[in-house]
């Protein structure tokens, strides 16, 4: 399943690079996420609970920031269990200045699941992943 979008944030880049960074803002940011921890430089373990029909659950996510170019780009790669399955995601998250205020975040990515939720329609699976990732990127922008 691809993943891909923008959004415009009114921050500069630097703020919207720091809030990228920052496991609180993370915690804050993510859908559904009850901690965030770091465990290891750019490694994160986080308990995630989704209460989006099929994909419905708790899950355990570790979150790994590869590739880091700061304040430009870094890779974003995920992998979440839960009973009824997995999630695994690797997206491109890259910031362009449009000025000194504004910040375009643009995201490119794959997921894949498997497990039960595998057993969902694409579209509908779809349609989920953009819900989730639309809605961090709106609560990434309060934050900053």
Known sequence: MEVQGEVKVKAGKEAVWKALNDPDVLKKATPGCNSITETEPDTYKADITIGIAAVRGSYEAEIKILDKDEPEN???????????????????????????????????????????????????????????????????????
């Open 74 to 144: 870094y890779r974003l790669v995920m992998k979440a269990n839960s009973p009824a399955g997995f999630i695994e995601g690797d997206a491109r998250v890259e910031l362009q200045a449009e000025s000194d205020s504004v910040t375009i975040i643009k995201y490119d990515g794959t997921a894949q699941v498997g497990g039960l939720i595998a057993g969902v329609g694409q579209r509908i699976l779809s349609g989920i992943g953009k819900l989730i990732v639309k809605d961090f990127f709106k609560k990434l922008a309060k934050e900053v």
